[in-house]
């Protein structure tokens, strides 16, 4: 039997008969403890699967939630049968379309536009029942919130929406060219599927690279990104110069905001390369998985220093921008991490050592199911319950550190928070609904094959073709956004038709990964309430919701940094 978990319901808010109800619909997933204090109704769990147990707290917590929104409140006796909210008949006129999600001992409503509230438990039994004194300040909230039904404004709600999915007009906009699989480090979770050193045949050409280049332009997005990947794409750093200048050259009659960035181990940077590259401002990103030790480990080279190679080339290059005179806080080397089981005691040293690299941003990302992280995952994965003890930690610390005057922020939050508090989506292509594949990204492999996504490349390279579009040398642009996939992908991910997000609290602020649920699960839809990606997305955002309940004044000041939107037009190409 798995360890046990403590939940504690508010008897303010928590009908006992609806919790000890909630409890036996779960019997069949847990064992279950009851007792009761004076201020709450304590339940004890002990899941069957240990995977589980963050994904039980929260549905457990939310059907007690209804439960007792059906029953009247928490303070009604138990009716003989148990109404729905449409049996208790709220005044006619009263609420306009929400979803809710108890949060603490708070309720948070959201309605289709996304905007949202924390009621207390007294404020949500008015609102539901229709019982707002017009003259409250919970009916002013409600009203600016647009919640209330008779002064519902249809035009602001579209305005909100239109700005939200703003993405959906311009095209792909990131195009990924992977220019070889061959890579100079072996890495335990690789998700790219790496080639030897010797197999140059996992080399894209010249003319490869230019024919993906041409398909690029034909988007018509006015803002597009090529970004190299590999394999590492330093191996092949001759076909990246030709992609970059074949690009400037070609983005002369057409006149786009061109963007290059790359990922890079940089353990094969050099003097000359990177002179090349910050002349043609060409953005770097790097992998680093925490502390020497930890990097070293998972990110293996013949000479065991990894991490020393990489921290090396980051000081080097922020230097760089800096006697180019450009902002540090703004133009640094961008990291990434990947989490595994060996990351998850180490939340500290990780934050301490992107802090001491000068890196101003965090991504805690869980491992991925593609390339060698599928063969590797009985040692490297994890229950995503744990992830998210992990993560709220590191938050923690980070938002600590922050009120010390440290900036350091967790992209994760930075792009959930941007949708909650600003109302605005920052087009990351995994958190949109729908998702980028194939209308906000294209991923161009070595030999010329066109992907919906970097993970359909991946799940290819795996034997599996299912995200496959085409070849940069026989399918026109329209062939490959038109493709049946592409449009599958796009009903699949659009969280207004997935049945299990439609009526989820988190709908305007989510987003779901076609190729993920088809991987994990089989479908391109997926089942959510299953799905180790719904669970990180849910915990996340239920973590930052208890934060923006908690009202602390300093960490909010903290998360309207983390949503500020600062222009890097440095990296952007001379106007042709």
């Known amino acids: 039997m798995s360890d046990v978990h403590e939940l504690r319901f508010s008897r303010q808010l928590y009908s006992g008969e609806a919790v000890d109800q909630a409890v036996k619909a779960f019997a069949r997933f847990a064992a279950f403890d009851l007792e009761q204090t004076d201020d709450h109704w304590v339940v004890r769990m002990r899941p069957e699967n240990p995977d589980l147990a963050r994904r039980l707290r929260g549905e457990l917590?939310?059907?007690?939630?209804?439960?007792?929104?059906?029953?009247?409140?928490?303070?009604?006796?138990?009716?003989?049968?148990?109404?729905?909210?449409?049996?208790?008949?709220?005044?006619?006129?009263?609420?306009?379309?929400?979803?809710?999600?108890?949060?603490?001992?708070?309720?948070?409503?959201?309605?289709?536009?996304?905007?949202?509230?924390?009621?207390?438990?007294?404020?949500?039994?008015?609102?539901?029942?229709?019982?707002?004194?017009?003259?409250?300040?919970?009916?002013?909230?409600?009203?600016?919130?647009?919640?209330?039904?008779?002064?519902?404004?249809?035009?602001?709600?579209?305005?909100?929406?239109?700005?939200?999915?703003?993405?959906?007009?311009?095209?792909?906009?990131?195009?990924?060219?992977?220019?070889?699989?061959?890579?100079?480090?072996?890495?335990?979770?690789?998700?790219?599927?790496?080639?030897?050193?010797?197999?140059?045949?996992?080399?894209?050409?010249?003319?490869?690279?230019?024919?993906?280049?041409?398909?690029?332009?034909?988007?018509?997005?006015p803002f597009v990104t090529i970004e190299f990947q590999g394999g590492e794409p330093l191996v092949n750093f001759d076909v990246v110069k030709h992609a970059i200048e074949y690009a400037v050259d070609q983005n002369r009659a057409h006149g786009k905001r061109l963007q290059f960035t790359m990922v890079s181990n940089f353990a094969l940077l050099d003097d000359a390369k990177l002179e090349y590259l910050i002349a043609h401002r060409v953005q770097l990103c790097t992998s680093i998985d925490g502390p020497e030790k930890l990097h070293n480990a998972q990110r293996k080279l013949p000479t065991q220093d990894a991490h020393q190679r990489a921290v090396r080339w980051i000081k080097r290059i922020n230097e760089a921008y800096a006697a180019a005179g450009l902002d540090p806080t703004l133009y640094h080397v961008e990291a990434l991490l990947t989490t595994t089981r060996?990351?998850?005691?180490?939340?500290?040293?990780?934050?301490?050592?992107?802090?001491?690299?000068?890196?101003?941003?965090?991504?805690?990302?869980?491992?991925?199911?593609?390339?060698f992280a599928d063969r590797t995952r009985q040692r490297l994965e994890y229950p995503r319950g744990d992830y998210m003890q992990y993560y709220r930690r590191a938050v923690d610390y980070m938002i600590e550190l922050n009120k010390q005057g440290v900036q350091i922020l967790e992209r994760y939050a930075s792009i959930f928070l941007t949708k909650i508090l600003r109302g605005e989506d920052p087009n990351f292509l995994d958190l949109r609904s729908p998702s980028g594949a194939g209308i906000g990204a294209l991923a161009y492999n070595y030999d010329g094959q066109v992907f919906t996504c970097d993970e359909g490349r991946m799940l290819h390279e795996m034997g599996d073709d299912t995200f496959h579009l085409g070849d940069v040398r026989t399918s026109s642009f329209r062939e490959l956004v038109g493709h049946e996939t592409v449009r599958a992908m796009t009903i699949a991910s659009n969280l207004d038709g997935q049945p299990d997000c439609v009526h989820c609290t988190y709908q305007p602020y989510c987003g779901t990964i076609p190729s993920f649920n088809h991987k994990s699960q089989g479908s391109i839809f997926g089942r959510m309430r299953e799905s180790n990606v719904c669970a990180v997305h849910k915990g996340i955002q239920d973590y930052l919701f208890e934060k923006l309940a908690e009202a602390d004044a300093e960490t909010l000041a903290i998360f309207d940094r983390w949503t500020t939107v600062r222009s890097r037009d440095h990296f952007v190409q001379p106007a042709p």
């Open 342 to 371: 060996e990351t998850l005691p180490l939340w500290k040293e990780v934050v301490d050592t992107y802090v001491g690299l000068g890196c101003k941003a965090l991504f805690l990302r869980a491992i991925d199911p593609f390339g």
């Open 61 to 221: 917590g939310n059907h007690a939630l209804g439960l007792t929104v059906q029953r009247g409140g928490a303070s009604e006796p138990v009716p003989s049968a148990s109404p729905s909210l449409v049996q208790l008949r709220p005044r006619a006129g009263t609420q306009a379309y929400f979803r809710w999600r108890a949060v603490g001992d708070r309720v948070l409503v959201t309605n289709l536009e996304g905007n949202w509230l924390l009621l207390t438990a007294p404020e949500f039994a008015q609102f539901v029942e229709g019982h707002v004194p017009e003259d409250s300040d919970l009916h002013a909230r409600l009203m600016a919130g647009n919640f209330l039904r008779a002064h519902y404004d249809v035009r602001a709600a579209a305005e909100r929406i239109r700005a939200r999915k703003s993405f959906l007009a311009g095209g792909p906009n990131l195009h990924i060219l992977v220019v070889t699989l061959r890579c100079n480090e072996t890495c335990v979770y690789c998700h790219a599927s790496r080639a030897n050193m010797d197999q140059v045949h996992t080399d894209m050409t010249r003319e490869t690279a230019e024919r993906a280049i041409d398909l690029v332009f034909r988007s018509p997005s």
